[in-house]
């Protein structure tokens, strides 16, 4: 995020939306755009942007973009679909946006698309007979292994649906079902694809719903209990997700209300947020995966993503922590001129707040294959790092060193100083080291910022060829800083994980 001029805040973005005031320069009309008319809106006094084939005038919100007007310019005149979605899918464009619309892409004419089809047939023409034999059967065979599908039995008191994933690594983490007012949606992440089961039940079922799932076999069971003994003579009907293994990022993101259930305090500005999940939700958020609260704010659909933390850091590492499959803690800072901050810090105990499905592409497979872990966080960067340490810590053992670098600017502002202090005393792989920007007279530790030459001292791998990976998340320009200072240092893009949600 960037620092944003006075008057130039969400809720200033709001007023203006509503204002009645011609953001589009074409006096509430909507028209249809060629590529060729998009391309010529590329400046920043005159920007349109197209997203999922709606073009917008984004002008007139450029100076309230948090990302800045640089980010904004990477997709002037273009297509920001991609762009889009890798740096912030859950946001609600359509609400934040609908009095920016400039209208719809123009479909491409018939010619054009010969051409290009053309194109690819004579690609084709180039390639030998027998690589577009294998090539054909490499795609069934991934189609084949890709695809699942789903059988559902009775009982007089359950109804059981399954799942044939066809994968052998399944555990709880890929699945997540949902079951409330007669509405069952069951979700299976299948690397970066997803199956969705989602139909409105025949009949009611009770609130409880039971997962079990056979790794091995890749098979999954979801199994509801009837509020009435009676036979059914269908599962549902289907709703217009329902049955299909698509991209995650094509699903869309979806979400259910939990309650706030408490709220403490961790330092003068950040507080632990506990939520309770539905009862008729399974939903376990990975190691390194973040979810997306939701607010309404103003009448505008708002949405900011965080990192699920412990609600404490585990001393005793003997094995792993059970998840109770019911509450998720958050640590939040609360800004004094944050309005989604703000609306979280007026929850009361008892009140409901949006959380969607878990996202990020954090894999854990990537700590089990190193022997030195390395995690550099800037204020609430700590997040992420919370489970990611104690996963390193109970179930990796071929890690020898696990560093934390944590830039803070006071020490009033350390997240759980004592418990990390505490952890380091425990176990001797891990080691943490505290930095400040703005240090009070009586500290004795490091100050500064993030820089290559503190990053030289204290990044380092424990032997010349050990395998390392580096963590870092924090503020947008500490990460972009830190990632090109590591690479100056002669560290790897493999080696570097960026959490940038």
């Known amino acids: 995020q960037v620092p944003l001029k006075p008057g130039r ?29 998009l391309a010529k809106h590329n400046k920043k006094e005159d920007c349109w942007i197209c997203i999922r084939g709606f073009v ?90 890709k695809s699942s599908n789903y059988d559902w039995f009775q009982t007089d008191s359950l109804i059981t649906i399954v799942i044939y994933t066809k994968q052998k690594d399944m555990n709880a983490e890929l ?16 690397d970066d694809h997803s199956y969705l089961v989602e139909v409105d039940l025949d009949h009611v079922v009770s609130e409880d719903v039971a997962v079990n799932i056979a790794e091995k076999v890749g098979k999954v069971e979801i199994i509801l209990n009837k509020k009435d003994n009676i036979h059914w003579k269908v599962l549902g009907q289907p709703w217009e997700g329902h049955n299909t293994f698509i991209k995650r990022t094509d699903r869309g993101l979806f979400y259910r209300k939990c309650k706030l259930v408490s709220k403490t305090e961790v330092t003068h500005d950040t507080k632990l947020f506990c939520l309770m999940l539905p009862k008729g939700t399974h939903l376990h958020v990975p190691t390194g995966q973040h979810v997306y609260l939701k607010q ?27 998840h109770d499959g019911v509450h998720i803690y958050l640590m939040i800072k609360i800004y004094s001129h944050g309005l989604f901050t703000q609306a979280l810090d007026h929850l009361q105990i008892g009140d409901y707040i949006s959380v969607s499905n878990p996202e990020g592409n954090f894999k854990k497979s990537q700590v089990q294959t190193s022997e030195d872990l390395l995690l550099l966080a800037g204020g609430t960067g700590f997040t992420p790092m919370v489970k990611l340490l104690n996963f390193a810590l109970t179930e990796v053992s071929c890690l020898r060193t696990v560093k934390l670098i944590f830039f803070n ?85 493999e080696e570097i994980h960026t959490f940038t949600a």
């Not at 709001?14 to 011609?22: A, E, N, P, V, Y």
């Not at 079902?177 to 007669?182: A, E, G, H, L, T």
């Not at 900011?304 to 933390?309: G, S």
């Not at 530790?445 to 380092?460: A, Y």
């Open 296 to 322: 309404i704010i103003a009448g505008t659909e708002v949405a900011k993503p965080y990192t699920p933390v412990l609600p404490f850091l585990p001393l005793d590492f003997q094995e792993p922590p059970r």
């Open 409 to 493: 600017k006071t020490e009033d502002d350390i997240l759980w100083r004592n418990q990390l202090e505490q952890l380091a005393l425990k176990d001797e792989r891990f080691e943490v080291q505290f930095i400040l920007s703005q240090p009070s007279k009586n500290w004795v530790g490091k100050q500064g910022k993030i820089s290559s030459s503190l990053l030289s001292e204290f990044v380092k791998r424990s032997r010349r060829d050990s395998k390392v990976l580096i963590c870092i998340c924090g503020p947008a320009p500490f990460t972009e800083q830190g990632v090109q200072y590591l690479k100056d240092l002669g560290y790897s893009q």
């Open 56 to 145: 917008y005038n984004v002008t007139p919100y450029m100076e309230y973009h948090p990302g800045g007007e640089d980010e904004l310019m990477k997709a002037a005149g273009t297509d920001g679909t991609d762009l889009f979605d890798q740096v912030h899918r859950w946001v609600n464009y359509e609400s934040m946006l609908k009095e920016c619309l400039v209208g719809r892409m123009a479909v491409k004419p018939i010619a054009a698309l010969k051409g290009e089809l053309l194109h690819i047939l004579i690609f084709l023409q180039q390639i030998p007979a027998v690589i577009l034999v294998v090539f054909s059967k490499l795609l069934t065979l991934n189609l084949v292994f």
């Open 175 to 190: 699945v997540i079902v949902d079951c409330q007012d007669k509405r069952l949606r069951g979700e299976i992440i299948m």
């Open 9 to 37: 805040s969400l809720m200033d973005w709001i007023r203006l939306t509503k204002s009645g005031k011609d953001l589009t320069g074409l006096k509430g009309r909507l028209i249809e755009v060629t590529e060729d008319e």
